[in-house]
């Protein structure tokens, strides 16, 4: 844990995965010996959470599932788990699975399994495909369904995820609407603008975020968060993720 700028907030690296059903059947070797350096580690998860199912598979969740899956998350000393709940659509709006009497009775079943766990479903999406930032009546909406889901999920907090393609990317021609992937100059500080918002509507919610890798080496496909965009988004939030890889690269 860090203090920056009289924001105490923790700073968690993810590798995003795909991660879901098949997580059920793992198991650590060795797990007895393996020693716990006092880290909380985070993971992203599919949606198999709260929707009951695996989308790709059908496959269903089932509570023996579910157990298992606490057990694995103690295992690799796992504190906070991203369920998917997301992306929000066109509107503003998340699905409706991340508020259905599945998705509520599984966060019930993971906090008694797992007491410890902190549980703040992902939600977010890419500019210009099923986010627009720069739409003050998405952003209204946008804000009123996350609140939304706290409430009915009776979880910490949320995870954000808002991503912007890079022009010049090929993903950037087959993810987003026609147009490119909007203002770049203006997209830092939209961000940061949401995040203000959802802080002032929600002042005791766990806020995580995540912010693409800031290494001036590295050369991603997304938009980075420069230093003095990401001076003012730690203000509202209270823990970082940063992105360093993700499930559609090749």
Known sequence: MIRIFNNTFSIVSIIYLIF????????????DKKIKI?????IWTQSIFLRGFQPSTLNKLTEEGILNYTITLKQNNIRYAYLFAGPFNKNGYLPDYAFSDTAVNTVKLLKKFYPDLIILPWVGGIQNKTVYLNDSNWVKYALLDSKKLIETLSVSGLHFDFEFILKGDPLLERTVSEGGSGDCDSYGNNVNEFHRKFRKLMPDAFVSSVVFATSPGTKPWKRKTSLEELKVLIQYVDQLSFLYYDTQLY
Not at 25 to 30: A, F, H, I, K, V
């Open 38 to 42: 006092g880290q909380k580690n985070a």
């Open 20 to 31: 879901g059903f098949t997580l059920l059947t793992l198991t650590s070797c060795n797990t």
